[in-house]
């Protein structure tokens, strides 16, 4: 439409008339999403035809303009109207052909509900237990350098852990850690005591494979330094997390053994009582009070004495263990193998 509207009001009125019906005309006619975008440019867009229609406006004589004006907005309003009306309809065919020839009243498939994996679950209680108790949580890298995972440990260069049989060691020097007690280092060298914090988190060790190793496990790790912490703390916060965990009448023992980095040191077990099994006792923690050539070596590597005159525990709990023993598990594969059968009984 490229005339102007005539200087007169009838001629005014009959072009408003006339690209109204061209418009609603093309708008019906569009078989398509595409074609009727076209039709709505070709009329509302710039250029299109209701847009010249409203710049000849100004050539009304100024009497005319309420009553032509007037016109005009009704004429818009009905051609957004048939626009939108069209879309609609255009959308409802659309959907009625992709559907064609499929049963929508068939009830849809139903995606099983997926739950948290033993591991994860024995880990939550497990923290929960830990924080009510009064432990914070802290983090540290499972790619660790030798320092803190070994020489700050008070661990000798030719203790058998070091050996590149037992640990994964990437050629820059640095290696998978093989315990979370890495953290006590990180945590140390960073915080002044009191210190009470577990860390949760994956290890490595070049472990074959059986019913009660793997290769890539969960620890969690905990480590209490204030003054004055005694073996009696570390025996009875131990026991009550325990029996917290498993119930009261779990049987835990302790057993003197040797870690570099606590002196004394002891392992804990727990008896697992798995189903169609004779009760085993396994070995589930480390732990010990925190040795002095530990508190040292983290004193002379940040060079404060902070820890001088302190006494701690800790421990490191393996959480497969745990799991086995809360749900009777007789193998720790099953724990790695993602069979849904076994992992379906934990929802
Ligand atoms: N890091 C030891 C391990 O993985 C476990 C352990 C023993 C952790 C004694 C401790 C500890 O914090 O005090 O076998």
Redesign the pocket.
Same mark, same amino acid.
């Given at each position: 439409m490229k005339e102007q509207i005539a200087s007169s009001a009838e001629a005014a009125v009959s072009e408003v008339v006339n690209v109204k019906a061209a418009a609603l005309s093309l708008i019906a006619a569009a078989a398509d999403m595409k074609e009727l975008e076209n039709a709505r440019v070709s009329v509302l867009g710039k250029k299109g035809s209701f847009s010249v229609l409203q710049q000849g406006m100004r050539n009304v004589p100024k009497e005319d303009k309420p009553a032509v004006g007037a016109l005009l907005n009704e004429a818009r309003a009905a051609i957004t109207e048939a626009l939108d009306a069209r879309m609609a309809e255009l959308q409802r065919l659309a959907d009625a052909q992709s559907v064609a020839g499929i049963d929508i009243t068939l009830p849809g498939e139903t995606l099983p509900p997926g739950g948290l994996h033993p591991i994860s679950l024995v880990r939550e209680e497990a923290v929960r237990i830990l924080r009510r108790m009064g432990f914070t949580l802290s983090d540290g890298p499972e790619i660790e350098d030798e320092w803190h995972c070994f020489d700050a440990l008070n661990t000798p260069e030719d203790h058998p852990a070091r050996n590149e049989k037992d640990t994964f060691y990437f050629d820059s020097g640095k290696l998978l850690r093989?315990?979370?007690?890495t953290v +006590?280092a990180r945590v140390m060298e960073k915080q002044a005591p009191p210190v009470r914090i577990i860390c949760p988190g994956s290890?490595f060790r070049r472990d074959a494979i059986d019913a009660t190793h793997l290769s890539a496990f969960n +620890?969690i790790? %905990?480590?209490y330094v204030d003054k004055h912490v005694s073996v009696g703390d570390l025996k009875g916060t131990l026991e009550y997390f325990l029996k917290a965990l498993f119930g009261s009448e779990t049987a835990v023992r302790f057993r003197p053994h040797f #870690?570099p #980095?606590?002196e004394p040191?002891f392992e804990i077990d727990v008896l697992l009582q798995a189903a169609g099994q004779a009760p085993r006792w396994i070995e589930i923690?480390?732990? %010990?009070m925190?040795n002095p050539a530990v508190f040292e070596n983290i004193d002379k590597a940040t060079g404060r004495s902070d820890y001088a005159g302190c006494t701690g #525990?800790? #421990?490191?709990i393996g959480l497969e263990r745990l799991a086995m023993i809360r749900w009777g598990i007789r193998d720790i594969r099953l724990l790695i193998e993602n069979d849904v059968r076994f992992l379906a009984q934990f929802q």
């Open positions: 093989t315990q979370t007690s +006590q290890a +620890q790790e %905990g480590l #870690f #980095f606590t040191s923690a480390g732990c %010990g925190v #525990f800790a #421990f490191g």
